[in-house]
């Protein structure tokens, strides 16, 4: 009886320590997901958005690398820790120049310690092509 009583109490031990290692995750809570930029202006299609963050879980977040869909997205973000309660910042950037009018829809990746690991965001908007006009000047 003894060593099923030892048994059982280091399992719930063993358990006990797991569910508490696993609350310490920092989390990311972007305030939004998906900015959408509307209609891009033909002529000047370069626009800039800030995806707000807070570390809402129990340790410090640290973003490793944030990634983009194409050349014609960059995106710089909070290079230091952010501590639990904390904010930080993606800052992207689309560029449209040498883009074909159309529908835009671009996913930024952030890569974490956080649980998941790996978060999305995502830009949208609609390039408008130039005036007829104005295409054959």
């Given at each position: 009886?003894?060593?099923?009583?030892?048994?059982?109490?280091?399992?719930?031990?063993?358990?006990?320590?797991?569910?508490?290692?696993?609350?310490?995750?920092?989390?990311?809570?972007?305030?939004?997901?998906?900015?959408?930029?509307?209609?891009?202006?033909?002529?000047?299609?370069?626009?800039?958005?800030?995806?707000?963050?807070?570390n809402v879980g129990?340790?410090?977040?640290?973003?490793?690398?944030?990634?983009?869909?194409?050349?014609?997205?960059?995106?710089?973000?909070?290079?230091?820790?952010?501590?639990?309660?904390?904010?930080?910042?993606?800052?992207?950037?689309?560029?449209?120049?040498?883009?074909?009018?159309?529908?835009?829809?671009?996913?930024?990746?952030?890569?974490?310690?956080?649980?998941?690991?790996?978060?999305?965001v995502f830009i949208?908007?609609?390039?408008?092509?130039?005036?007829?006009?104005?295409?054959?000047?």
């Amino acid at each position: 009886m003894t060593k099923k009583t030892l048994l059982v109490f280091s399992l719930l031990c063993f358990m006990f320590c797991i569910e508490s290692s696993a609350k310490k995750f920092p989390v990311l809570k972007f305030e939004q997901t998906t900015i959408d930029f509307g209609e891009l202006d033909p002529d000047n299609p370069q626009v800039t958005c800030v995806f707000k963050f807070t570390n809402v879980g129990k340790s410090k977040l640290i973003i490793n690398q944030v990634k983009t869909t194409c050349g014609c997205t960059t995106a710089d973000y909070t290079k230091d820790p952010i501590s639990p309660g904390a904010t930080g910042f993606i800052t992207v950037k689309y560029d449209g120049t040498a883009t074909r009018p159309g529908r835009i829809m671009k996913t930024i990746q952030i890569y974490s310690n956080a649980k998941e690991g790996m978060s999305r965001v995502f830009i949208r908007g609609e390039l408008k092509s130039l005036p007829r006009e104005q295409k054959h000047k």
